[in-house]
Each structure stands twice: as C-alpha cells, then as structure tokens.
C-alpha cells in the first residue's frame, strides 16, 4: 500500500512541475518581448545581447531555473534554453511576429 502511493505521486509531481515551469516561460516571454519592443523604440534596432534587455524578472527567473538565454537582433528573437523530461529544449521569442514557437530538442 505505502509503495503504491509514491508510484501514482511521483509522475503526477513531475507533470505538475513541468506545467508550472511553461507558464513560468511564458510569462518570461511575454516580459522578453515587451523589452525587446521598448528597446527598439528607443534605439530603432532590435537588442542585441541579453545586456540589451530590461527585463529584470524574467531574467531572474532564467537564472534561478538554469535555464539559458541568447539574443539574436538578425534573428529579430531570443532563445530561451531550458530541460524537459531530460532534454535540452528549446523556446523561441520572436520579438516581431508574436511570442513565437519553441520545444525543439538538441
């Protein structure tokens, strides 16, 4: 009895986990995209560097999660890198066309 309630908990954790994790990203996303628009008013270019980005909460939340974040201004997007189910995946946040695509794996 005691072995099969860790068996049902244990997977039911780790999708919570991961659904938790995709709003998370999706709020840094959101929070990306607002800063890459902001730069560009600004400036009249898309950032360039992570440098480039004000955006305090998401990148705290990147950094607290040891996920991974890499601007492209060719691009016109940046790349957040993160774990699921064991893999290296992938977002793309376009900073023109939208919040963009993601879940590739490498």
């Not at 005691?2 to 659904?19: E, H, L, S, T, V």
């Not at 890459?36 to 004000?54: F, M, Q, R, V």
């Not at 705290?60 to 492209?72: D, F, V």
């Amino acid at each position: 009895m005691i072995g099969i309630i860790p068996a049902i908990a244990i997977p039911q954790f780790a999708q919570y986990r991961q659904k938790a994790d995709k709003v998370a990203l999706d709020s840094a996303a959101i929070e990306i995209q607002a800063a890459a628009h902001n730069y560009y008013e600004k400036t009249g270019s898309w950032p360039c560097s992570d440098a480039d980005l004000n955006a305090p909460n998401a990148k705290q939340l990147i950094s607290q999660k040891h996920w991974k974040i890499e601007t492209n201004c060719s691009d016109k997007a940046a790349f957040v890198t993160y774990k699921e189910n064991g893999k290296d995946s992938f977002r793309k946040i376009s900073f023109v066309n939208g919040e963009g695509s993601g879940g590739g794996n490498n």
